[in-house]
Structures are given as C-alpha cells and as structure tokens.
C-alpha cells in the first residue's frame, strides 16, 4: 500500500512538472515576435478598419477577423490575408509593417499562440 501511494505522489510530481513546462512554453510562444502592436494599431486604423467597418462592423471592423465564417485559422493564414487585402490595395507595405499589423491583429482578435 505505502508503496503504491508514494509511486501515486511520484507520478503528479512529474505531471506537475511537465504542466509548468507547458504552460511556460506557451506564454513564451509568440507567432509575430517583436511585432510592434501600437505602429501595428495605427496603420491599421488609417488603412484598414474603415471599409472593414463598412463590409462587415463591428469595433474596428472586428467582425472581418471574428465571424464565424473568416478566413483566416492560423498565423500564415492571417499573414496570407493580410497580404491579399494590402496587394488589393496596392499599398506597397514594408514586410515588416505587415508584421508589425499581424502582431496587432493577432494580439486583439485572432489570439493565436
Ligand atoms: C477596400 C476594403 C478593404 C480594405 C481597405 C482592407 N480590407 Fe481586409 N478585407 C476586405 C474584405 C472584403 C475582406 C473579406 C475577404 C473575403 O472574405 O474574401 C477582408 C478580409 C481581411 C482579412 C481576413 C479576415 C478573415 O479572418 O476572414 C484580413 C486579415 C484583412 N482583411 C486584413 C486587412 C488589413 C491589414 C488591411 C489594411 C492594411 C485591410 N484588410 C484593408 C476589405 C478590405
């Protein structure tokens, strides 16, 4: 009996441990590192949110990123789209603007990790 408890104890150690592990892994993960959310927050309020405000409302446009049928499931997805919406658009961003729009983007309505 002592034996089979402490082997019971031994074992949620370990699970405690690979839990932390996993909860640390994923406050570090970041799908647009070094994004720089408030360029991000601006260009995106002059560029995009007002015809995705017209085509779809919400605040900010928000309802283009979270209706139930978007396009976009995942970081390479949302880099894809976003990049779609700026060729459409002919603006000529900066690779790393796009980045730093796709951080903000992901930051306040996709919240991929
Ligand atoms: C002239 C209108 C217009 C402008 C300006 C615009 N978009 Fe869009 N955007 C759309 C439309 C329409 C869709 C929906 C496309 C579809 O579903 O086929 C869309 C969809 C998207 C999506 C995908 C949403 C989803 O999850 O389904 C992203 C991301 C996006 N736009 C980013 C941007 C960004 C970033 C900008 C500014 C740099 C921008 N758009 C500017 C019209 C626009």
Same mark, same amino acid.
Request: proline letters at 4%; a negative charge; glycine letters at 6%.
């Given at each position: 009996m002592t034996t089979r408890r402490s082997k019971a104890t031994h074992l949620t150690a370990a699970s405690a441990v690979l839990l932390g592990m $996993?909860?640390?892994t994923t406050a570090l993960a970041d %799908?647009?590192? &070094?994004? &720089?959310?408030?360029?991000? +927050?601006e260009m995106h309020m002059d $560029?995009?949110? /007002?015809? !995705?405000?017209e085509r779809f409302g919400g605040d900010q446009g928000g309802?283009?990123?979270?209706?139930a049928d978007?396009?976009?499931?995942? %970081?390479? /997805? $949302? +880099?894809?789209q976003l990049t779609a919406c700026t060729?459409?658009?002919n $603006?000529?961003?900066f690779p790393e603007d796009e !980045?730093?729009?796709a951080g903000y983007l992901n930051k306040h309505f996709y919240k991929f990790d």
């Amino acid at each position: 009996m002592t034996t089979r408890r402490s082997k019971a104890t031994h074992l949620t150690a370990a699970s405690a441990v690979l839990l932390g592990m $996993l909860f640390a892994t994923t406050a570090l993960a970041d %799908p647009f590192p &070094d994004a &720089d959310l408030d360029a991000g +927050e601006e260009m995106h309020m002059d $560029l995009c949110v /007002a015809c !995705h405000v017209e085509r779809f409302g919400g605040d900010q446009g928000g309802n283009a990123y979270t209706r139930a049928d978007r396009r976009v499931s995942s %970081p390479s /997805a $949302l +880099e894809q789209q976003l990049t779609a919406c700026t060729t459409m658009l002919n $603006l000529d961003l900066f690779p790393e603007d796009e !980045h730093h729009i796709a951080g903000y983007l992901n930051k306040h309505f996709y919240k991929f990790d």
